[in-house]
């Protein structure tokens, strides 16, 4: 795969300045000013207080172009126009559902190919790993949509676990033993940021 688009894997989205600024950066420096918001997951969709968030952030960071979409109740359709996708938090076992059912993982690819980049939030970061898995035993969601597969898309080689404070570190080292996988902890205040293949903690 092309690597020269640009991932951004975090818990909160843009709400941590450094994150903020450095988004913005990299968005003005390749020029991106049309963005798409995916609301599957969220609890009220577009109207959640968190998309109406993203929203505002991604105004503010000079995009003139943001839109909202959702899988579930607006069907597939195609996201080549768009320079960045800004995926919202909510429930991780929903969002699999219905973005396995559109090729999600295909839009993804095709955003990173043309020097796009990814904004995971939450459920939104976790998709692009090996595995889900853990959302459903640490902190769990409900499987509200009874998925049965909880194989990620695999855009990136590591389960993170967002949300990571200290108290839940031993519950997340046994998760590591039992299924023989690393996991990233990101906190409330960090990303991991990818380009170039290359993969940063940033806080």
């Not at 938090?89 to 559902?97: I, V």
């Not at 998760?175 to 960090?190: A, C």
Request: hydrophobic share 35%; charged share 25%; proline share 2%.
């Amino acid at each position: 795969m092309d690597k020269s688009g640009i991932i951004f894997l975090t818990s909160t989205g843009l709400s941590s300045k450094n994150i903020y600024d450095k988004f913005k950066e990299v968005t003005d420096s390749r020029k991106l000013k049309k963005a798409v918001i995916i609301t599957t997951a969220s609890f009220g969709k577009e109207k959640n207080q968190y998309s109406q968030l993203a929203l505002s952030q991604l105004k503010s960071a000079g995009f003139e172009q943001v839109e909202f979409y959702d899988f579930e109740n607006n069907g597939f359709r195609s996201l080549s126009e768009y320079d960045v996708i800004y995926v919202c938090g909510g429930n991780t076992f929903k969002l699999m559902k219905f973005a396995r059912e559109i090729n999600f993982d295909k839009e993804i690819k095709s955003l990173l190919e043309r020097g796009g980049a990814y904004i995971g939030v939450s459920a939104g970061s976790l998709i692009l790993g090996p595995s889900i898995k853990i959302a459903g035993e640490i902190n769990p969601d409900i499987n509200e949509v009874d998925l049965a597969d909880f194989n990620g898309f695999n855009i990136v080689d590591f389960v993170v676990f967002p949300h990571y404070s200290p108290d839940i570190e031993g519950e997340i080292k046994i998760f590591e033993d039992k299924n023989n996988i690393r996991v990233e902890r990101i906190s409330n205040s960090q990303a991991i940021i990818i380009n170039n293949g290359e993969k940063t903690l940033f806080e």
